[in-house]
Nanobody
């Protein structure tokens, strides 16, 4: 199973970006999907997750109300729409797939993408 994240870039505070993560080599519709991020000098942290059915989502408090996770099973792709970006959102964003559970625990995710850089200037 391979995950390829894209859509990162350099934006000003208040702008929007949409990240995409294409999953190949597996049965996408069976995976719960998550987004995590790692800022310089910090540990990787949970951002958002969506269940395999798409009916359930969960967000970190720091992004709730600004970020939206969604999925398109026909395209084997999960998205992260990021609005009202802040400098503290600057990080490498990773997508991940969980074949067994749904949740925010990094350790339960089986497959990881390579990450895409998001930089928000003030």
């Amino acid at each position: 199973v391979q995950l390829q994240a894209s859509g990162g870039g350099l934006v000003q505070a208040g702008a929007s970006l949409e990240l995409s993560c294409l999953v190949s080599g597996g049965t996408f519709s069976r995976y719960s999907m998550g987004w995590f991020r790692q800022a310089p000098g910090k540990e990787r942290e949970f951002v958002a997750t969506i269940s395999w059915s798409g009916r359930n989502t969960f967000y970190a408090d720091s992004v709730k109300g600004r970020f939206t996770i969604s999925r398109d099973d026909a395209k084997n792709t999960v998205y992260l729409q990021m609005n009202s970006l802040k400098p503290e959102d600057t990080a490498v964003y990773y997508c991940a797939a969980d074949s067994r559970l749904w949740g925010a625990s990094e350790s339960s995710y089986d497959y990881w993408g390579q990450g895409t850089q998001v930089t928000v200037s003030s």
